[in-house]
Protein backbone atom coordinates (compact mmCIF):
# COMPACT_ATOMS: atom_id res chain seq x y z
CA UNK A 1 0.00 0.00 0.00
CA UNK A 2 1.44 3.51 -0.95
CA UNK A 3 0.15 6.36 0.79
CA UNK A 4 -0.68 9.74 -1.22
CA UNK A 5 1.37 13.09 -1.16
CA UNK A 6 3.36 11.25 0.96
CA UNK A 7 6.72 13.28 -0.15
CA UNK A 8 4.31 16.49 -0.34
CA UNK A 9 3.51 15.75 3.27
CA UNK A 10 7.18 15.42 4.65
CA UNK A 11 8.24 18.46 2.70
CA UNK A 12 4.74 20.62 4.64
CA UNK A 13 6.35 19.30 8.13
CA UNK A 14 10.08 19.73 7.89
CA UNK A 15 10.11 22.99 5.66
CA UNK A 16 6.51 24.96 5.86
CA UNK A 17 5.88 23.53 9.89
CA UNK A 18 9.29 23.64 10.34
CA UNK A 19 9.66 20.35 12.62
CA UNK A 20 12.59 18.89 13.65
CA UNK A 21 14.62 16.33 12.07
CA UNK A 22 13.63 13.76 15.07
CA UNK A 23 10.00 14.80 14.79
CA UNK A 24 9.45 13.99 10.90
CA UNK A 25 11.29 10.80 11.09
CA UNK A 26 8.93 9.59 14.68
CA UNK A 27 6.11 10.66 11.85
CA UNK A 28 8.06 8.44 9.03
CA UNK A 29 7.77 5.70 11.72
CA UNK A 30 4.18 5.77 12.78
CA UNK A 31 2.90 6.07 9.17
CA UNK A 32 5.43 3.21 7.97
CA UNK A 33 4.01 1.15 11.02
CA UNK A 34 0.46 2.07 9.34
CA UNK A 35 1.54 1.27 5.66
CA UNK A 36 2.64 -2.00 7.51
CA UNK A 37 -0.88 -3.10 8.42
CA UNK A 38 -2.87 -2.28 5.63
CA UNK A 39 -1.26 -4.53 3.70
CA UNK A 40 -2.90 -7.45 4.89
CA UNK A 41 -6.02 -5.35 7.03
CA UNK A 42 -8.25 -2.36 6.12
CA UNK A 43 -10.27 -2.41 9.10
CA UNK A 44 -8.38 0.95 11.09
CA UNK A 45 -10.30 -0.61 14.50
CA UNK A 46 -8.33 -3.40 13.84
CA UNK A 47 -4.71 -1.37 14.13
CA UNK A 48 -5.38 -0.68 17.82
CA UNK A 49 -4.86 -4.76 18.26
CA UNK A 50 -1.52 -4.71 15.88
CA UNK A 51 -0.21 -1.76 17.58
CA UNK A 52 -0.64 -3.86 20.99
CA UNK A 53 1.35 -6.86 19.48
CA UNK A 54 4.08 -4.90 18.46
CA UNK A 55 4.29 -3.72 22.19
CA UNK A 56 3.47 -0.20 21.80
CA UNK A 57 2.49 1.19 25.18
CA UNK A 58 -1.14 3.15 25.50
CA UNK A 59 1.24 6.29 25.08
CA UNK A 60 3.19 5.55 22.37
CA UNK A 61 -0.31 4.34 20.26
CA UNK A 62 -1.97 7.55 20.88
CA UNK A 63 1.42 8.81 19.46
CA UNK A 64 0.67 6.88 16.79
CA UNK A 65 -2.56 7.79 15.85
CA UNK A 66 -1.75 11.32 16.51
CA UNK A 67 0.46 11.26 14.00
CA UNK A 68 -1.77 9.37 11.30
CA UNK A 69 -4.38 12.02 12.51
CA UNK A 70 -1.83 14.77 11.04
CA UNK A 71 -1.18 13.36 8.02
CA UNK A 72 -4.84 12.63 7.11
CA UNK A 73 -5.91 15.48 7.84
CA UNK A 74 -3.47 17.31 5.62
CA UNK A 75 -4.36 15.10 2.96
CA UNK A 76 -8.09 16.45 2.91
CA UNK A 77 -6.51 19.83 2.82
CA UNK A 78 -5.03 18.96 -0.94
CA UNK A 79 -8.35 17.53 -1.78
CA UNK A 80 -8.66 13.85 -0.59
CA UNK A 81 -11.41 12.04 0.98
CA UNK A 82 -9.79 9.91 4.09
CA UNK A 83 -12.46 8.23 6.13
CA UNK A 84 -9.71 6.92 8.50
CA UNK A 85 -9.98 10.47 9.94
CA UNK A 86 -13.11 10.22 11.78
CA UNK A 87 -11.96 6.52 12.55
CA UNK A 88 -9.17 6.79 14.33
CA UNK A 89 -9.57 7.71 17.66
CA UNK A 90 -6.74 8.42 20.36
CA UNK A 91 -6.83 6.13 23.16
CA UNK A 92 -7.26 7.61 26.82
CA UNK A 93 -3.88 7.58 28.53
CA UNK A 94 -3.76 7.97 31.96
CA UNK A 95 -1.21 11.05 32.92
CA UNK A 96 1.31 10.36 35.47
CA UNK A 97 3.07 12.58 37.27
CA UNK A 98 6.91 12.59 36.11
CA UNK A 99 10.06 11.40 37.99
CA UNK A 100 11.39 14.22 39.26
CA UNK A 101 15.61 14.14 39.96
CA UNK A 102 15.85 15.04 44.14
CA UNK A 103 18.52 17.94 44.65
CA UNK A 104 20.38 14.78 46.70
CA UNK A 105 20.25 12.47 43.65
CA UNK A 106 22.01 14.80 41.31
CA UNK A 107 25.33 15.67 44.14
CA UNK A 108 25.36 11.80 44.10
CA UNK A 109 25.46 11.68 40.05
CA UNK A 110 27.74 14.71 39.68
CA UNK A 111 30.47 13.42 42.30
CA UNK A 112 30.00 10.25 40.35
CA UNK A 113 31.29 11.95 37.36
CA UNK A 114 34.40 12.43 38.76
CA UNK A 115 37.29 10.87 36.91
CA UNK A 116 40.93 10.47 37.33
CA UNK A 117 41.03 12.73 34.30
CA UNK A 118 40.41 16.59 35.70
CA UNK A 119 39.39 17.38 32.07
CA UNK A 120 37.05 14.30 31.50
CA UNK A 121 35.46 15.66 35.11
CA UNK A 122 34.95 19.00 34.00
CA UNK A 123 32.88 17.92 31.00
CA UNK A 124 31.42 15.40 32.81
CA UNK A 125 30.28 17.68 35.80
CA UNK A 126 28.95 20.68 32.81
CA UNK A 127 26.92 18.12 31.22
CA UNK A 128 24.88 17.42 34.71
CA UNK A 129 25.13 21.32 35.33
CA UNK A 130 23.83 21.73 31.93
CA UNK A 131 20.90 19.05 32.01
CA UNK A 132 19.45 19.96 36.15
CA UNK A 133 20.39 23.84 35.58
CA UNK A 134 19.14 24.42 31.99
CA UNK A 135 16.27 21.99 32.36
CA UNK A 136 17.62 21.23 28.87
CA UNK A 137 16.24 18.59 26.15
CA UNK A 138 19.45 15.67 25.43
CA UNK A 139 18.83 17.40 21.46
CA UNK A 140 19.42 20.64 23.30
CA UNK A 141 22.17 19.61 24.99
CA UNK A 142 24.39 18.77 22.71
CA UNK A 143 23.85 21.19 19.69
CA UNK A 144 24.59 24.26 22.26
CA UNK A 145 27.90 26.02 20.57
CA UNK A 146 30.62 27.93 22.44
CA UNK A 147 28.55 31.41 20.27
CA UNK A 148 26.19 30.93 22.26
CA UNK A 149 27.57 31.81 25.51
CA UNK A 150 27.19 35.46 26.59
CA UNK A 151 29.59 35.37 29.70
CA UNK A 152 28.66 39.02 30.46
CA UNK A 153 25.48 38.78 30.34
CA UNK A 154 25.39 35.62 31.69
CA UNK A 155 22.65 33.85 29.24
CA UNK A 156 23.24 31.23 26.87
CA UNK A 157 20.81 30.49 23.51
CA UNK A 158 19.22 27.25 23.36
CA UNK A 159 17.71 25.92 20.37
CA UNK A 160 14.68 24.00 20.87
CA UNK A 161 11.77 22.09 19.55
CA UNK A 162 10.91 23.80 15.85
CA UNK A 163 13.55 25.24 15.45
CA UNK A 164 12.75 27.78 17.96
CA UNK A 165 15.42 29.78 19.96
CA UNK A 166 15.43 31.02 23.50
CA UNK A 167 17.48 32.64 25.92
CA UNK A 168 18.52 31.22 29.15
CA UNK A 169 20.08 32.79 32.18
CA UNK A 170 22.86 30.58 33.94
CA UNK A 171 23.25 31.13 37.60
CA UNK A 172 26.59 32.65 38.66
CA UNK A 173 27.67 28.88 39.27
CA UNK A 174 27.06 27.34 36.13
CA UNK A 175 28.32 30.84 34.12
CA UNK A 176 31.60 30.31 36.35
CA UNK A 177 31.80 26.67 35.63
CA UNK A 178 31.43 26.96 32.05
CA UNK A 179 34.11 29.68 31.66
CA UNK A 180 36.06 27.71 33.59
CA UNK A 181 35.45 24.69 31.13
CA UNK A 182 35.99 26.44 27.78
CA UNK A 183 39.13 27.98 28.92
CA UNK A 184 40.93 24.93 30.87
CA UNK A 185 39.26 21.69 29.54
CA UNK A 186 37.89 21.91 26.31
CA UNK A 187 40.80 22.60 24.53
CA UNK A 188 42.17 19.59 25.78
CA UNK A 189 39.76 17.34 24.40
CA UNK A 190 39.47 18.64 20.92
CA UNK A 191 40.99 17.05 18.03
CA UNK A 192 39.63 19.33 15.15
CA UNK A 193 37.67 22.70 14.95
CA UNK A 194 34.38 22.38 16.57
CA UNK A 195 31.86 25.16 17.47
CA UNK A 196 30.32 22.31 20.01
CA UNK A 197 30.15 23.25 23.79
CA UNK A 198 30.71 20.17 24.79
CA UNK A 199 33.17 17.66 23.39
CA UNK A 200 32.77 13.72 23.46
CA UNK A 201 36.15 11.65 24.27
CA UNK A 202 36.64 11.13 20.31
CA UNK A 203 37.26 14.90 20.03
CA UNK A 204 33.37 15.56 18.21
CA UNK A 205 30.30 16.78 19.41
CA UNK A 206 28.88 14.48 21.50
CA UNK A 207 25.56 12.39 20.53
CA UNK A 208 22.37 11.28 21.76
CA UNK A 209 23.84 7.76 22.71
CA UNK A 210 27.06 9.60 24.25
CA UNK A 211 24.51 11.04 26.85
CA UNK A 212 22.66 8.15 27.58
CA UNK A 213 25.60 5.99 27.71
CA UNK A 214 27.60 8.81 30.54
CA UNK A 215 24.48 9.05 32.18
CA UNK A 216 24.04 4.80 32.32
CA UNK A 217 27.62 4.97 33.38
CA UNK A 218 27.41 7.65 36.32
CA UNK A 219 24.13 5.90 37.89
CA UNK A 220 25.74 3.24 37.95
CA UNK A 221 28.64 4.30 39.82
CA UNK A 222 26.18 5.91 42.12
CA UNK A 223 24.62 3.02 43.23
CA UNK A 224 21.39 4.16 41.18
CA UNK A 225 19.22 0.58 40.83
CA UNK A 226 18.64 1.67 37.21
CA UNK A 227 20.17 4.84 34.89
CA UNK A 228 18.66 8.34 35.25
CA UNK A 229 16.76 9.28 32.48
CA UNK A 230 17.93 12.48 31.12
CA UNK A 231 14.19 13.56 31.48
CA UNK A 232 14.27 13.66 35.06
CA UNK A 233 17.15 16.28 35.33
CA UNK A 234 13.99 18.75 33.33
CA UNK A 235 11.59 17.61 35.79
CA UNK A 236 14.06 18.28 38.90
CA UNK A 237 14.51 21.70 37.52
CA UNK A 238 11.31 22.53 36.83
CA UNK A 239 10.24 21.34 40.43
CA UNK A 240 12.70 22.85 42.31
CA UNK A 241 12.01 25.91 40.78
CA UNK A 242 7.75 25.73 41.53
CA UNK A 243 9.10 24.76 45.00
CA UNK A 244 11.17 27.82 45.26
CA UNK A 245 8.23 29.90 44.43
CA UNK A 246 9.02 30.63 40.53
CA UNK A 247 5.99 31.78 38.41
CA UNK A 248 4.81 28.80 35.96
CA UNK A 249 5.32 31.46 33.55
CA UNK A 250 8.83 31.81 33.90
CA UNK A 251 9.15 28.25 34.11
CA UNK A 252 7.30 27.64 31.09
CA UNK A 253 10.02 30.50 28.89
CA UNK A 254 12.72 28.05 30.72
CA UNK A 255 11.74 24.89 29.71
CA UNK A 256 10.76 25.77 26.28
CA UNK A 257 7.23 24.65 26.07
CA UNK A 258 4.98 25.93 23.82
CA UNK A 259 1.92 25.59 26.08
CA UNK A 260 1.58 26.69 29.63
CA UNK A 261 -0.43 23.67 30.06
CA UNK A 262 2.30 21.23 29.69
CA UNK A 263 4.43 23.20 32.48
CA UNK A 264 1.38 22.96 34.82
CA UNK A 265 2.21 19.18 35.27
CA UNK A 266 4.86 20.15 37.44
CA UNK A 267 1.98 21.65 40.14
CA UNK A 268 0.89 18.40 40.70
CA UNK A 269 4.32 17.20 41.71
CA UNK A 270 4.67 19.57 44.56
CA UNK A 271 1.24 19.15 45.78
CA UNK A 272 1.84 15.67 46.08
CA UNK A 273 5.23 16.70 48.24
CA UNK A 274 3.53 19.34 50.33
CA UNK A 275 0.91 16.55 51.29
CA UNK A 276 3.68 14.24 52.53
CA UNK A 277 5.20 17.02 54.38
CA UNK A 278 2.22 17.77 56.02
CA UNK A 279 0.88 14.45 56.85
CA UNK A 280 4.63 13.79 58.62
CA UNK A 281 5.39 17.17 60.03
CA UNK A 282 2.36 18.75 60.93
CA UNK A 283 0.88 18.69 64.47
CA UNK A 284 -2.64 17.80 63.52
CA UNK A 285 -1.04 14.31 62.41
CA UNK A 286 0.69 13.69 65.48
CA UNK A 287 -2.82 13.76 67.67
CA UNK A 288 -3.43 10.53 68.89
CA UNK A 289 -7.15 9.33 68.73
CA UNK A 290 -9.51 10.31 71.91
CA UNK A 291 -10.69 7.13 73.44
CA UNK A 292 -14.42 7.57 73.26
Same mark, same amino acid.
Given at each position: ?????????????????????????????????????????????????????????????????????????????? %????? +???????? !????? $?? =?? #??????????????????????????????????????????????????????????? %????? +???????? !????? $?? =?? #???????????????????????????????????????????????????????????????????????????????????????????????????????????????
Amino acid at each position: MELPLWIDFFDELQNVRGRSQNTVMAYRRDLELYIEYSKTNKSVPGFYEFMKKHKLSTRSQARVVSSLRTYFKYCETR %GQTCP +ELRELKPP !KVKVG $LP =KV #LTPQEFQQLFDAAETNDPVKTARNQLTLLFLYGLGCRVSELISLNVADFNATDRWIKVL %GKGSK +ERLVPLTE !KLAEE $LT =KY #LRDSRPALMKENSPSILINDRGHRPSRVDVWRWLAAWSLRAGFAEPVNPHRFRHGCATALLESGADLRSIQMLLGHASIQTTQIYTNVTTNTMTRTIEEHHPLSQLQEVDK
